[in-house]
């Protein structure tokens, strides 16, 4: 199993700012993944982080919208950039290797307004 | 895209009853995983089946995975009310380089005493 650790654990930011949510893995994991879910709903993939290179982005989510960054093989940053209210989310840092097993960090709840 | 059905999507039982959570795919997972998340909490992972037919038992939770390994069930025992939560299963699916979980939308338990 990995270790996730994820902050900040929340947040109220105003809109058009921005906040870097970090994750750190204790053990060196191949994949790791962030996730966006509304409170009792699901998770939504919001990309793979790769390290090194540029992340892999799903379907409705942007670069410049959720940077990520992977320097190594046991952190990572997603930023939400000029937030809005529709951003007031929970973020999850997900880790695990591949084919394997994926294990969530505690989540960041942020609200926008 | 990978689909996976979960249901239901809400289930408010009394103590000492059963139930069964399912999830259903037309697409063959490598493996496939079942969560437990708490408010506040990121889903923690309660098992894994990778192989058709496969049966785990965790206490009072059984899990199945199809002869297929298209759906899966989650059956719970006598439940309690430290059941309560959102309950979510993913499937692991591996493409080439990609390798990514695919969420169902998960299923609010509430066990009341």
């Known amino acids: 199993s990995a270790v996730i650790s994820q902050k900040p654990s929340r947040d109220i930011c105003q809109r058009g700012t921005s906040l870097t949510i970090q994750c750190q893995v204790d053990s060196q994991v191949t994949m790791m993944f962030w996730y966006r879910q509304q409170p009792g709903q699901s998770l939504t993939l919001i990309a793979t982080?790769?390290?090194?290179?540029?992340?892999?982005?799903e379907s409705g989510f942007v670069i410049d919208k959720f940077p990520i960054s992977r320097p190594n093989l046991t952190f990572s940053t997603l930023t939400v950039s000029n937030m809005s209210p529709e951003d007031s989310s929970i973020y999850l840092c997900?880790?695990?290797?591949?084919?394997?097993?994926?294990?969530f960090g505690q989540g960041t709840r942020l609200t926008v307004v | 895209t990978q689909l996976l059905e979960q249901s239901p999507q809400f289930l408010s039982i009394q103590e000492g009853e059963n139930l069964t959570v399912y999830c259903n795919s037309s697409?063959?997972?490598?493996?496939l995983q079942w969560y437990r998340q708490e408010p506040g909490e990121g889903p923690v992972l309660l098992v894994t089946v990778v192989t058709g037919g496969e049966v785990k038992k965790l206490k009072r939770l059984t899990f199945q995975f199809g002869d297929a390994r298209k759906d899966s069930s989650l059956h719970i025992t006598a439940a309690q009310t430290g059941d309560t939560g959102l309950y979510l299963c993913?499937?692991?699916?591996?493409?080439?380089?990609?390798?990514?979980?695919?969420f169902g939308k998960g299923t609010l338990l509430t066990v009341n005493p």
């Open positions: 982080a790769n390290q090194g290179s540029e992340a892999t982005y």
């Open positions: 697409s063959v997972f490598s493996s």
């Open positions: 993913a499937g692991a699916w591996s493409g080439g380089s990609n390798y990514k979980l695919t």
């Open positions: 997900s880790a695990g290797r591949q084919g394997a097993e994926a294990f």
